[in-house]
Nanobody, 113 residues
């Protein structure tokens, strides 16, 4: 079955960086479009970024320039590099095989001093 397993979350100070990873299995990763979403406390889940099988990327406008999505097809893994983190980036971050019902369990990111 399809499994998406996120890792890399944690507590970071404002201005810091984190790299999230999502290891995929049960799918042909190289042809899958992969996305990151996040859900802050009391808010709806929101789309963060997508990377297509071609390598092209798109980002939520509010995150452009700070977040970067990339993939390693040899490792069946998609990454989210997050820089200049702000307290409002605090959320559970989820990996998704884009436009499919397959989601990871989420990884908590907390930005606080």
């Amino acid at each position: 079955q399809v499994q998406l397993v996120e890792s890399g979350g944690g507590l970071v100070q404002p201005g810091g960086s984190l790299r999230l990873s999502c290891a995929a299995s049960g799918i042909i990763f190289s042809i899958a479009n992969m996305a990151w979403y996040r859900q802050a406390p009391g808010k709806q889940r929101e789309w963060v970024a997508v990377i297509r099988s071609s390598g092209t990327t798109n980002y939520a406008d509010s995150l452009k320039g700070r977040f970067s999505i990339y993939r390693d097809n040899a490792k069946n893994t998609v990454y989210l590099q997050m820089n200049s983190l702000k307290p409002e980036d605090t959320a559970v971050y989820y990996c998704n095989a884009w436009n499919t019902p397959y989601w990871g369990q989420g990884t908590q990111v907390t930005v606080s001093s």
